[in-house]
């Protein structure tokens, strides 16, 4: 699927790749924006600086493969720990497949390079870990959740997630413990202690214990829920859409089949409804939540059961990656078929333009190509993919200045520009074609290129 559907074209990317750049060439992470006219000086805590140091190693080895080569393995690894929880749950070698790829194919929409991919890992293993718990009382597995914790943070920033899991944990041992006949074996004590590790953990980061002062103005803020499209509710417009609400429905069919009380369950799955439902790009909380209730309530035939001999391991290995190297091969996914794809979509030629002819800012620029311009041409944009920095009104603004609503020109970001990029079909770009004091200095299917005649440098 990552194959078939590589992408390089996300919006967002290109601003973790510029923000990469800076922490390389600084040794250290940045505390205040330095990449934006508009919000400059402004406190930032960048919680995906350990990501945005992955992918721009890998882009600066692979070029573009590299992107696509850490969306495949993440999946691959994603894949494998879906399977390894279920694997635990459910004996029914049949249904664990099912359960398994159902899960992945889910969430196919979210499998491109962003940090959220580390998320949904680590959300899958502290459920994998937490579940076993309660079953076997073993809690040897615990004392990896601090090692968990403590890279989460500096890779994205719902780690919060986690904790949730580990917090209704320990509520059901100290409720198992005051005599209620709840399905746990774990004692209050380890959760407590895990709990409380785990906390410590999310501190070893650059920002420390203020990482939480992010997410309580990440958590408070009204955020574009309304205006950011993969922040929209589930559309129900696609298989995996559909896919998700099954696990909702199953998991709620299978705790009302369960015929006695099971609070961690119920809680854990209206937590994860709730914040899927909301934004469909956290549909990973119910399906992991879902996914792991379901494979613990069907019944499994034992006989279905299937073990692979350890023999067999290197072969099941190598079978592997030679379907992974042919896919690679068949889908022609290379440098030259993903640089092509992303000038389709982006503003490369533009780009290469403004570079040859050296024109200079101030840049205006719209919402979705500000990453991309901001790694490009080094040139502090306007606005980017970082809408929580910015506010809802400086969304607002950029969105009705850019369909050329009453008093587009009033916007005071446009007014101080020196050159206008964006895409070739939009209102403004249809209106500054019109305007006196603006000069169409390019122009392709893809993007136009204002500047301001009278700040035209001549040309070399």
Same mark, same amino acid.
């Given at each position: +699927?990552?194959?078939?559907?590589?992408?390089?074209?996300?919006?967002?990317?290109?601003?973790?790749?510029?923000?990469?750049?800076?922490?390389? =060439?600084?040794?250290?992470?940045?505390?205040?924006?330095?990449?934006?006219?508009?919000?400059?000086?402004?406190?930032? =805590?960048?919680?995906?600086?350990?990501?945005?140091?992955?992918?721009?190693?890998?882009? *600066?080895? /692979?070029?573009?493969?590299?992107?696509?080569? &850490?969306?495949?393995? +993440?999946?691959?690894?994603?894949?494998?720990? %879906?399977?390894?929880?279920?694997?635990?749950?459910?004996?029914?070698?049949? %249904?664990?497949?099912?359960?398994?790829?159902?899960?992945?194919?889910? +969430?196919?929409? %979210?499998?491109?390079?962003?940090?959220?991919?580390?998320?949904? @890992?680590?959300?899958?293993?502290?459920?994998?870990?937490?579940?076993?718990?309660?079953?076997?009382?073993?809690?040897?597995?615990?004392?990896? @959740?601090?090692?968990?914790?403590?890279?989460?943070?500096?890779?994205?920033?719902? /780690?919060?997630?986690?904790?949730?899991?580990?917090?209704?944990?320990?509520?059901?041992?100290? %409720?198992?413990?005051?005599?209620?006949?709840?399905?746990?074996?774990?004692?209050?004590?380890?959760?407590?202690?895990?709990?409380?590790?785990? *906390?410590?953990?999310?501190?070893?980061?650059?920002?420390?214990?203020?990482?939480?002062?992010?997410?309580?103005?990440?958590?408070?803020?009204?955020?574009?829920?309304?205006?950011?499209?993969?922040?929209?509710?589930?559309?129900?417009?696609?298989?995996?859409?559909?896919?998700?609400?099954?696990?909702?429905?199953?998991?709620?069919? =299978?705790?009302?089949?369960?015929?006695?009380?099971?609070?961690?369950?119920?809680?854990?799955?209206?937590?994860?409804?709730?914040?899927?439902?909301?934004?469909?790009?956290?549909?990973?909380?119910?399906?992991?939540?879902?996914?792991?209730?379901?494979?613990?309530?069907?019944?499994?035939?034992?006989?279905?059961?299937?073990?692979?001999?350890?023999?067999?391991?290197?072969?099941?290995?190598?079978?592997?990656?030679? +379907? @992974?190297?042919?896919?690679?091969?068949? @889908?022609?996914?290379?440098?030259?078929?993903?640089?092509?794809?992303?000038?389709?979509?982006?503003?490369?030629?533009?780009?290469?333009?403004?570079?040859?002819?050296? &024109?200079?800012?101030?840049? &205006?620029?719209?919402?979705?190509?500000?990453?991309? *311009?901001?790694?490009?041409?080094?040139?502090?944009?306007?606005?980017?993919?970082?809408?929580?920095?910015?506010?809802?009104?400086?969304?607002?603004?950029?969105?009705?200045?850019?369909?050329?609503?009453?008093?587009?020109?009033?916007?005071?970001?446009?007014?101080?520009?020196?050159?206008?990029?964006?895409?070739?079909?939009?209102?403004?770009?249809?209106?500054?074609?019109?305007?006196?004091?603006?000069? *169409?200095?390019?122009?392709?299917?893809?993007?136009?290129?204002?500047?301001?005649?009278?700040?035209?440098?001549?040309?070399?």
């Amino acid at each position: +699927m990552c194959l078939h559907a590589a992408c390089v074209t996300d919006w967002d990317l290109w601003w973790h790749l510029r923000t990469g750049d800076w922490i390389l =060439a600084h040794g250290t992470v940045p505390r205040a924006d330095s990449f934006s006219r508009a919000i400059a000086g402004k406190p930032w =805590a960048d919680y995906t600086w350990l990501f945005e140091l992955l992918v721009d190693k890998l882009f *600066l080895r /692979f070029g573009l493969m590299g992107l696509v080569l &850490y969306t495949v393995g +993440m999946v691959l690894t994603i894949s494998c720990a %879906l399977f390894h929880l279920v694997r635990r749950l459910q004996s029914d070698f049949t %249904l664990v497949v099912l359960l398994s790829f159902a899960a992945s194919f889910s +969430m196919q929409h %979210l499998y491109m390079p962003r940090p959220w991919l580390f998320t949904i @890992l680590f959300f899958v293993l502290v459920v994998d870990i937490v579940m076993q718990a309660r079953r076997t009382g073993k809690i040897r597995e615990l004392f990896w @959740l601090p090692v968990i914790f403590a890279i989460w943070p500096n890779v994205h920033i719902q /780690f919060v997630a986690g904790l949730v899991v580990l917090a209704l944990a320990l509520v059901e041992a100290i %409720l198992a413990r005051r005599g209620i006949d709840l399905p746990t074996c774990v004692a209050p004590g380890w959760m407590l202690g895990a709990l409380t590790a785990s *906390l410590l953990a999310t501190c070893a980061n650059p920002y420390g214990w203020h990482i939480y002062r992010t997410v309580y103005e990440l958590a408070t803020a009204p955020g574009g829920m309304d205006k950011i499209t993969e922040l929209f509710a589930i559309p129900f417009r696609s298989l995996p859409d559909w896919c998700v609400l099954l696990f909702a429905m199953g998991a709620t069919a =299978a705790l009302g089949k369960a015929g006695r009380l099971l609070p961690f369950e119920t809680a854990l799955l209206t937590f994860a409804a709730y914040f899927s439902f909301r934004s469909q790009r956290d549909v990973w909380v119910l399906v992991v939540v879902a996914v792991a209730i379901v494979a613990s309530s069907l019944p499994g035939r034992e006989r279905a059961r299937i073990r692979v001999p350890r023999s067999a391991a290197p072969l099941v290995l190598l079978a592997s990656l030679l +379907m @992974l190297v042919g896919g690679f091969r068949v @889908l022609h996914a290379d440098n030259r078929v993903l640089a092509h794809l992303l000038e389709q979509q982006m503003p490369v030629k533009a780009v290469e333009a403004v570079k040859e002819r050296g &024109y200079a800012g101030p840049l &205006y620029n719209d919402y979705n190509w500000g990453g991309y *311009l901001m790694w490009s041409l080094r040139m502090p944009v306007n606005i980017d993919g970082r809408g929580s920095l910015y506010g809802d009104q400086a969304i607002d603004t950029s969105s009705s200045t850019w369909g050329a609503g009453p008093d587009w020109d009033s916007d005071p970001q446009l007014r101080s520009a020196n050159m206008v990029i964006g895409p070739a079909m939009m209102p403004l770009s249809q209106v500054l074609r019109m305007e006196s004091n603006w000069q *169409l200095a390019y122009e392709d299917k893809v993007a136009a290129v204002f500047i301001r005649k009278a700040r035209v440098p001549a040309r070399k």
